[in-house]
């Protein structure tokens, strides 16, 4: 038909002559746009010239691989602005993945030019810092307290692009391991990606979870970026900023990951717990300088946290006199450095009270002691920022990807049933996922130990 010889003559005049590559790929690049669509008539598939010019693309591809430097570099010109339609957007992304799956030495670049995109697209959704920070964190995981009314029109409009655009890379990296396409050089290249784009911006909220899916389909993953964050808080050329995000990152990965094993959130927790009561003890004599041990209130900050969600699990493998004596829980807490003032209140108060919880009396006696201590300090105080990177997933169509493999909170003040049906998600593109899993579950057991390859604390 005509559209086949015209994709031959195409791809002939390309092939014949090198000096049409830069325009020919730029002119697939314009098409694969959609059209304006007509209000009267609507648009329509046969008007769609996105299909046609990615299949010219692939074929100018296939016979001259001087055009793929060329193509990605229109492509990545021509992406639609984030203000644009949720229809160009998702048309867009669709041709340059599928150009991405035909020709997969484009696949990392292709991966971070779209994260960066989506990333500008997340950063329209502002969750409001609240000084009611126990909703940020734990009480039924609604980062937004439940208001709807703090969320304006536009960053609705804004999340049902995100919602999208995250659907269209939750996919395109499914099929990516499950076709078996060089999916251990993925894992790789996301990683690359996670540590040039994603790691060194701040307050980005859904990004992320693509490597937390990615992670999700095999105990190796979840190793290799579990031991790619604890290097980077090791890496004397780090900057402070990158030691503490990745704690962060570490923290957040493991109370919220179903699929973790317990041995790897063993010795995670056995790493972070020894390097923490490492530090107290050199520099037990320097108390009060909040700045010179900002590192340590965050490592401290992160191992509560992890407690806070896998105290229960943690307990169902070990008595709770081996579990203190194994991770040196109340030599951290009861260090001069005091971490318990500078870490934040709601982590601080919601591990105290699980242990309570869980019967583990010599440690809430501490903690308990701990804390009314401090109460009767008069003096202005500092705390860590309180910063989990995978705080729940908001976003609706998306969450699928990610919500069978979720921790949630629990709501520990009442029963489980009464839990659930309370938690009343805010959901940015219209309603929420109802479906989150508040019961962890974990894979079976892996053989990797963090604490056999990274024994050494931090320089900090």
């Known amino acids: 038909n005509a559209n086949q010889a015209f994709e031959q003559m195409i791809t002939n005049l390309v092939s014949?002559?090198?000096?049409?590559?830069?325009?020919?790929?730029?002119?697939?690049?314009?098409?694969?746009?959609p059209p304006v669509p007509n209000e009267e008539l609507g648009l329509i598939d046969e008007e769609l010239t996105g299909p046609h010019a990615e299949s010219i693309a692939v074929r100018v591809l296939g016979v001259s691989p001087?055009?793929?430097?060329?193509?990605?570099?229109?492509?990545?010109?021509?992406?639609?602005?984030k203000t644009s339609s949720i229809l160009d957007l998702d048309q867009y992304t669709m041709h340059m993945l599928s150009i991405a799956n035909h020709f997969t030495v484009l696949r990392e670049r292709v991966l971070e030019f779209l994260?960066?995109?989506?990333?500008?697209?997340?950063?329209?959704?502002?969750?409001?810092?609240?000084?009611?920070?126990?909703?940020?964190?734990?009480?039924?995981?609604?980062?937004?307290?439940?208001?709807?009314?703090?969320?304006?029109?536009?960053?609705?409009?804004?999340?049902e692009k995100l919602d999208d655009l995250m659907n269209r890379l939750f996919d395109f990296c499914n099929h990516q391991i499950d076709a078996g396409k060089a999916p251990e050089e993925l894992v790789r290249g996301q990683l690359r990606v996670f540590d040039s784009v994603i790691l060194t911006t701040q307050k980005v909220k859904h990004p992320q979870f693509l490597l937390f899916f990615i992670c999700s389909k095999s105990p190796t993953y979840s190793q290799q970026f579990l031991a790619f964050l604890v290097q980077k808080i090791i890496d004397n050329s780090a900057s402070q900023l990158t030691k503490t995000t990745a704690i962060s990152y570490i923290?957040?990965?493991?109370?919220?990951?179903?699929?973790?094993?317990?041995?790897?959130?063993h010795s995670t927790l056995v790493t972070l717990c020894s390097w923490a009561v490492a530090y107290a003890k050199e520099n037990s004599t320097h108390k009060d300088d909040f700045d010179r041990h900002l590192m340590f209130y965050h490592l401290c900050q992160a191992i509560f946290y992890m407690f806070c969600f896998r105290f229960e699990q943690i307990l169902d493998r070990t008595t709770r006199e081996e579990?203190?004596?194994?991770f040196n829980l109340i030599s951290i807490i009861q260090s001069s450095l005091n971490p318990f003032m500078h870490c934040s209140p709601f982590v601080v108060r919601e591990?105290?009270?699980?242990?309570?919880?869980?019967?583990?009396?010599?440690?809430?006696?501490?903690?308990d002691a701990i804390l009314q201590r401090n109460n009767a300090i008069v003096a202005q105080n500092r705390y860590v920022e309180a910063s989990f990177p995978f705080d729940p997933y908001l976003l609706k169509n998306s969450s699928q990807w990610v919500s069978d493999n979720y921790c949630s909170w629990e709501d520990r003040g009442g029963q489980e049933e009464s839990?659930?049906?309370?938690?009343?998600?805010?959901?940015?593109?219209?309603?929420v996922p109802d479906d989150f899993d508040?019961?962890?579950?974990?894979?079976?057991?892996?053989t990797y130990d963090i604490s056999i390859h990274f024994p050494r604390s931090p320089v900090y």
């Open 16 to 33: 014949s002559n090198q000096q049409f590559v830069v325009m020919v790929c730029d002119k697939l690049a314009t098409d694969m746009k």
């Open 66 to 81: 001087s055009a793929l430097s060329f193509l990605l570099k229109s492509l990545m010109e021509r992406y639609p602005h």
């Open 115 to 159: 994260v960066k995109q989506i990333i500008e697209i997340d950063a329209e959704i502002s969750i409001p810092d609240d000084d009611d920070q126990e909703d940020l964190f734990f009480d039924l995981d609604d980062s937004f307290g439940g208001s709807q009314e703090r969320t304006p029109s536009d960053a609705v409009e804004m999340a």
């Open 251 to 265: 923290a957040s990965y493991i109370a919220r990951a179903k699929f973790v094993s317990p041995s790897l959130i």
């Open 323 to 326: 579990c203190l004596s194994t």
């Open 351 to 367: 591990l105290t009270e699980i242990s309570r919880e869980l019967n583990i009396s010599k440690l809430t006696s501490v903690c």
């Open 419 to 431: 839990s659930q049906a309370s938690e009343d998600y805010f959901d940015l593109s219209g309603s």
């Open 438 to 446: 508040v019961m962890m579950s974990f894979t079976p057991e892996a």
